[in-house]
């Protein structure tokens, strides 16, 4: 079985502060790792992946996310952070030795930026 | 914009109803899956459909069924409602149907059960 951790259920950070959304992972094979955004009344947007290689996969926005395997995290960082980042933080996972696996989500990180 | 459509946004309907929801994928994706999401369960996967075939099936209800049509899109149809289905229903599409594919999310549908 496949499972998501995101240990905190919100994170505050000032503007223009570095913010981190933690995200750990557990999968029997090689973890796909996603995580995306949700706004208020919105669908989720797709933030950045990581499949393979780098270990430090940059995205949209501004974001980026460092795989660690070692520590089994996947956790999402930004440089400075903006009010309007201020959402919710989805954190995904695919089994990549499974073919007909899907995708897991954690149970998600508020993110609130204050001016 | 994902480029992924849903309809309708939202839906009020009482117990013991049934519904459909739909969805038009991103123009070109195969792939279209269906998730659930509240506030006790979080998301929730519940079916993968790809050409039309389905691919995987996750939580989903007895009560629940989908299908894709030949033009690609999708219907997730509700029956005999119960108030614990009130969630937001997404439908997110890819491109194919591998583990490395980015699903893009739809706005998705509020269906709220009395």
């Known amino acids: 079985a496949q499972s998501v951790a995101q240990p905190e259920d919100q994170v505050n950070v000032a503007e223009g502060n570095p913010l981190t959304v933690k995200c750990t992972y557990s999968?029997?094979?090689?973890?796909?790792l996603f995580w995306y955004v949700q706004y208020p009344n919105r669908g989720l947007q797709f933030l950045l992946k990581?499949?393979?290689?780098?270990?430090l996969v940059k995205g949209s926005y501004g974001f980026e996310a460092e795989f660690n395997k070692s520590q089994t995290s996947f956790h999402l960082k930004k440089p400075s952070a903006l009010v309007s980042d201020s959402a919710l933080y989805f954190c995904?996972?695919?089994?990549?030795?499974?073919?007909?696996?899907?995708?897991?989500f954690g149970g998600g990180t508020r993110l609130m930026v204050k001016p | 914009d994902s480029g992924v459509t849903q309809t309708p946004k939202h839906l009020i309907t009482a117990t013991g109803q049934r519904v459909t929801l739909r969805c038009s994928p991103r123009?070109?994706?195969?792939?279209v899956y269906w998730y659930q999401q509240s506030l006790d369960q979080g998301l929730q996967f519940l079916i993968h459909?790809?050409?039309?075939?389905?691919?995987a099936k996750g939580n989903i209800l007895e009560r629940f069924s989908a299908q894709q049509f030949p033009d690609l899109h999708s219907e997730l149809n509700l029956s005999s409602l119960e108030l614990g289905d009130s969630a937001l229903y997404f439908c997110?599409?890819?491109?194919?149907?591998?583990?490395?594919?980015?699903?893009?999310f739809g706005p998705g549908t509020r269906l709220t059960v009395l």
């Open positions: 997110a599409s890819s491109v194919g149907g591998t583990n490395t594919d980015t699903q893009y």
């Open positions: 999968v029997s094979g090689n973890p796909y």
């Open positions: 990581y499949i393979t290689g780098d270990n």
């Open positions: 995904a996972v695919r089994d990549g030795n499974n073919a007909g696996n899907m995708l897991t």
């Open positions: 123009s070109g994706d195969l792939s």
């Open positions: 459909y790809y050409n039309g075939e389905e691919r």
